[in-house]
């Protein structure tokens, strides 16, 4: 399976949307939306904003990898 590396986030404050690259080495602890500069955070039990708010998980999650 290929590994995706594009993913919406979108913003739990305002709903702002954006596609954004996720990292392939690293996790991505914080993220500042564009929109409302709210810094967000990964939700409890997640390893970064993208499997938290994304519509796509990091690449280690995708490929069944230990993440952060």
Known sequence: ???I???EITCPNC???KIEEMPTESCQFF???ENCKKVLRPK???CCVYCS???VPC???QE???CC
């Open 31 to 33: 993220y500042e939306c």
């Open 53 to 55: 708010y994304g519509t």
């Open 1 to 3: 399976m290929e590994t």
């Open 5 to 7: 590396l594009k993913s």
């Open 44 to 46: 409890e039990g997640d």
């Open 15 to 17: 709903g702002h949307k």
């Open 64 to 66: 069944n990898k230990y």
């Open 59 to 61: 690449p280690p999650i």
